[in-house]
């Protein structure tokens, strides 16, 4: 039969009306979620808190992995790191790095900053130990530790360099001053080595980051962070500047770093 025929011809048409029908159904229901999720997305901060608690708490139940085994390691890492995410946000807070808009966060507020956000200066290191953990009991191997150093080298380049072009970004020389200093230290003067498996959950972590910030900007969701692009790089990737990329980064090593420093000290294992 011709491909040409009458009912070949028919046949397309009517796949071509059922695939309408279907982009038309599809774009309905986006329009029909966006509309419910949307008010509930203003708050940004809290739902971020919310994903976090989530995965920890999936993982936990994950009888193959323990991810709590070494609790105790567990507490220094997520109160010292948190308190240090604290401090530097109030610190870049009261500079006018950046800024809260109080329409877009809760109206409780720790000094200078929404609670939500506070909080998530200590809901982000318990998630990270919890997938860092998983990561390291699902695959044990450590085979590419040795390609880490070169990593992290490209890293303190980079820091050196932003540093020196862009002296004038309050944002930008801070982010990258704390980088460059914590992973010369956790590189050359630390003895152990999770450098691997830092950057094996960092691109978790990346991912989870990029992938919520392309959920905002579908859902025309603010971020109750307002930054004063005069201190930053003025380089946006998806929705944020790109030195909070890194600013992930730092929050994440100090927490292993923690974590493996204190699980040497109670339990007498690296």
Known sequence: MSIFSPKSSLSRCRFLSVLAQAKAFLFYLWRYFKKILQPHLMNNSLLLNLILLFISILLYF??????????????????????????????????????????????????EIPMESALLCFTLPLAV???YNYLNGRFPKNELEKYSLALSNILLGLSVAVIFFAYTKAYAVVTFSLLLLLLFYVEYVNKDRFMYRFYRT????????????????????????????????????????????FLLGIIILSAIYLFEYFKRRYYGTA
């Open 62 to 111: 994950d009888q193959k992995v323990h991810v709590f085994k070494a609790w105790k390691a567990y507490l220094p890492g997520v109160i010292i790191t948190g308190i240090a995410a604290v401090f530097v946000k109030l610190t870049l807070t009261r500079y006018k790095v950046n800024s809260y808009d109080q329409l877009k966060g809760s109206d409780v507020s720790f000094f």
């Open 129 to 131: 130990l919890v997938v």
């Open 202 to 245: 960092y691109s978790v972590f990346i991912v989870l980051f990029a992938v919520f910030q392309v959920l905002q900007l579908l859902l025309d969701s603010a971020d109750a962070v307002v930054y004063n692009f005069d201190y930053t790089m003025k380089f946006k990737l998806i929705a944020v500047p790109f030195e909070n990329y």
